[in-house]
């Protein structure tokens, strides 16, 4: 028998053989790290279901960028959590110009300038007091066409406030058209949209309801409006029709789950791709990690090295501070 000529494992031998020869690698560069600010605390506050992921003040989100640019960081996106006694039934605290996510994205705009992009999550979730991502018709069904009414508030305030990037979250269909016409008719024709286009109605978004303090009525969920992870094609339908609204980037989320639909929408657009690590994908690991079952930083590397070699460009994670950290040492 002759022996086979090729050897895969002659190319595995060092660490050099093994750098020279890697597909695909893990950069500072693509990561964006998720922030959490909340109006009417005076100080930082844990969240019990995200270890080491915190809800800032102004002041603490502020330091916090300045450590995460530091380790090389150069994006991170900020989601608002309002005084609970500010929400009502349209979420009108979310297109409030001194709300806690306006008022961060100017402070950081002064501080850093050109040097961090900044994005802002845009949803009415977090200030709806019923916790839908739009506005309830008589019947209790979310109005997709009035809400996006709503969203062309929420995306001209975000853009005053000194966004680059707006990213629509609610799943509306149109909702990319609507943000776009609305920035572009206030003279914001620069910020730019990530569309969260294939958001798919995930259990995996559990940590991150709390740490928003988000809670659906009692046998309510999302998937009138999020995509049912049964599908696959139709998440290409989503991201054609964003892509064709305006969107400049579109994102997969979750992440881990949707690595399938990472890389078909990688291969039917040429917009950047984005995917979402979200809450329940972090907490998970941080669980076991904690638990000492598995090593938690080479999880997180793996697991973020997978979802850019099915396909991501940009990949929005709560542990881009531990990556940068690994990657810098
Ligand atoms: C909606 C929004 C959600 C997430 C990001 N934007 C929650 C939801 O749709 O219920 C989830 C992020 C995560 O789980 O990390 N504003």
């Known amino acids: 028998m002759p022996f086979p000529v090729t050897r895969p494992r002659r190319l595995r031998r060092t660490p050099a053989l093994r750098r020279l020869v890697a597909e695909h690698r893990l950069a500072v560069d693509d990561l964006v790290a998720p922030i959490f600010v909340r109006d009417g605390i005076s100080e930082a506050q844990p969240i019990a279901a995200l270890p080491g992921v915190v809800q800032h003040t102004v ?3 502020v330091e916090e960028v300045a450590g995460l640019a530091a380790l090389g960081i150069c994006a991170v996106m900020l989601f608002g ?18 709300g806690v996510v306006p008022v961060t994205l100017q402070r950081l705009r002064d501080r850093f300038g050109g040097n961090m992009v900044l994005m802002a999550d845009l949803c009415l979730d977090e ?7 739009g506005v309830v018709d008589a019947r209790g069904a979310v109005d997709n066409d009035a809400t996006l009414e709503r969203y062309a508030l929420v995306a001209r305030t975000l853009a005053a406030a000194g966004t680059d990037v707006v990213a629509p979250s609610g799943m509306m269909d149109g909702q990319v058209r609507a943000i776009r ?5 206030h003279g914001f024709a620069d910020v730019a949209i990530l569309a969260y286009a294939a958001k798919y109605a995930s259990a995996l978004y559990g940590p991150f309801r709390d740490a928003v303090d988000v809670a659906l009525a009692e ?10 992870p049964a599908n696959l094609h139709e998440a ?14 579109v994102m997969v989320k979750p992440a881990l789950t949707y690595l399938d639909v990472i ?5 039917s657009v040429a917009v950047p791709v984005a995917a979402f690590q979200v809450s329940g994908e972090y907490a998970m690991v941080r669980a076991g990690a904690d638990r000492g ?10 697991q973020t090295l997978a979802i850019k070699r099915a396909g991501a460009d940009v990949v929005i994670t709560y542990f881009a501070a531990e990556i940068a950290r690994a990657l810098g040492a």
């Open 127 to 133: 200030y709806t007091d019923h916790g839908h991502c």
């Open 293 to 302: 079952w598995i090593d938690g930083d080479a999880v997180a590397m793996e």
């Open 81 to 98: 959590v309002p005084e609970s006694s500010r929400k009502d039934a349209e979420g009108s605290a979310a297109w409030d110009p001194d």
């Open 181 to 185: 016409s609305a920035l572009d008719g």
């Open 236 to 249: 290409l339908v989503e991201v054609a029709l964003d892509v064709a609204e305006g969107a400049d980037m």
């Open 263 to 267: 890389r078909a929408v990688r291969e």
């Open 59 to 61: 002041t603490s989100a």
């Open 219 to 228: 046998g309510q969920d999302r998937r009138g409006y999020q995509m049912d």
